[in-house]
C-alpha cells in the first residue's frame, strides 16, 4: 500500500497539470471576454465575473496540491534548519501526517457541507453551489494524497548522518 502512493501522487501530477492550465486558460478567456463586453461594447455579461471568480478558486486549490507535492509551499524551516538531521526526518515525517489529518477532516466535511448545500444556487449562472465548494474539499483531498506519498517516501529514505548535513550546506 506505501508504495501505490507515490504512483498515485505522480498520475494525479500528469491529470492536474492540464486541468489547472485548462481552468487558468478559461479564466483568462472569461475576463477577456468580460473586458471587451464591457468596455468596448458597453454590454457587461452577467455571469462572467460569477464564473471566473469560480474558476480561480479551483485553481487555486488544485495548484495547491501541486505546490505541495513539489515543496514550494510556504514553510518556516527555523527549527528544522537547526536540529539535527535524524530529528528533522522524524519532525518531517509529523508535519506530513499532521497535513494529512487536517486535510482529511477538511474533505470529508468539505464533501459533507458540499453536498448539502445542492439546492442553494449562484446568483448569475444560477447553477448549484456545490459545484464551487467542492474546490475546497478536492483541494483537500488531493493534499492528503500527496502529503501521504510524501511521508512514505521519506520513510524509505536513509537518515542522513551529521557528517553529509554538513556537506549538503
Same mark, same amino acid.
Not at 91 to 111: D, E
Given at each position: @500500500? /506505501?508504495?501505490?502512493?507515490?504512483?498515485?501522487?505522480?498520475?494525479? *501530477? =500528469? $491529470? @492536474?497539470?492540464?486541468?489547472? +492550465?485548462? +481552468?487558468?486558460?478559461? @479564466?483568462?478567456?472569461?475576463?477577456?471576454?468580460?473586458? $471587451? +463586453?464591457?468596455?468596448?461594447?458597453? *454590454?457587461?455579461?452577467?455571469?462572467?465575473?460569477?464564473?471566473? =471568480?469560480?474558476? @480561480?478558486?479551483?485553481?487555486?486549490?488544485?495548484?495547491?496540491?501541486? !505546490?505541495? /507535492?513539489?515543496?514550494? *509551499?510556504?514553510?518556516?524551516?527555523?527549527?528544522? /534548519?537547526?536540529?539535527?538531521? !535524524?530529528?528533522?526526518?522524524?519532525?518531517?515525517? !509529523? %508535519? *506530513?501526517?499532521?497535513?494529512? !489529518?487536517?486535510?482529511? #477532516? $477538511?474533505?470529508?466535511?468539505?464533501? #459533507?457541507?458540499? #453536498?448539502?448545500?445542492?439546492?442553494?444556487?449562484?446568483?448569475?449562472?444560477?447553477?448549484?453551489?456545490?459545484?464551487?465548494?467542492?474546490?475546497?474539499?478536492?483541494? /483537500?483531498?488531493?493534499? +492528503?494524497?500527496?502529503?501521504?506519498?510524501?511521508?512514505?517516501?521519506?520513510? =524509505?529514505?536513509?537518515? %542522513?548522518?551529521?557528517?553529509?548535513?554538513?556537506?549538503?550546506?
Amino acid at each position: @500500500m /506505501a508504495n501505490e502512493f507515490p504512483k498515485v501522487s505522480s498520475c494525479l *501530477h =500528469r $491529470i @492536474m497539470v492540464p486541468v489547472i +492550465f485548462l +481552468f487558468s486558460g478559461v @479564466m483568462f478567456l472569461v475576463v477577456l471576454t468580460q473586458v $471587451i +463586453f464591457r468596455y468596448v461594447l458597453s *454590454h457587461p455579461l452577467p455571469w462572467s465575473e460569477e464564473s471566473a =471568480r469560480y474558476l @480561480m478558486i479551483w485553481v487555486a486549490c488544485l495548484a495547491a496540491s501541486e !505546490a505541495y /507535492a513539489k515543496g514550494n *509551499h510556504i514553510g518556516v524551516t527555523l527549527i528544522t /534548519a537547526t536540529v539535527k538531521p !535524524a530529528l528533522r526526518k522524524i519532525m518531517t515525517l !509529523a %508535519i *506530513h501526517l499532521i497535513v494529512a !489529518a487536517l486535510c482529511g #477532516f $477538511i474533505a470529508y466535511q468539505g464533501f #459533507f457541507l458540499g #453536498f448539502l448545500l445542492w439546492e442553494q444556487v449562484s446568483p448569475a449562472m444560477e447553477i448549484p453551489m456545490t459545484f464551487p465548494y467542492l474546490a475546497i474539499p478536492t483541494g /483537500a483531498s488531493l493534499i +492528503f494524497i500527496q502529503a501521504l506519498a510524501l511521508f512514505f517516501q521519506k520513510v =524509505r529514505e536513509p537518515p %542522513i548522518q551529521d557528517s553529509e548535513a554538513c556537506e549538503l550546506k
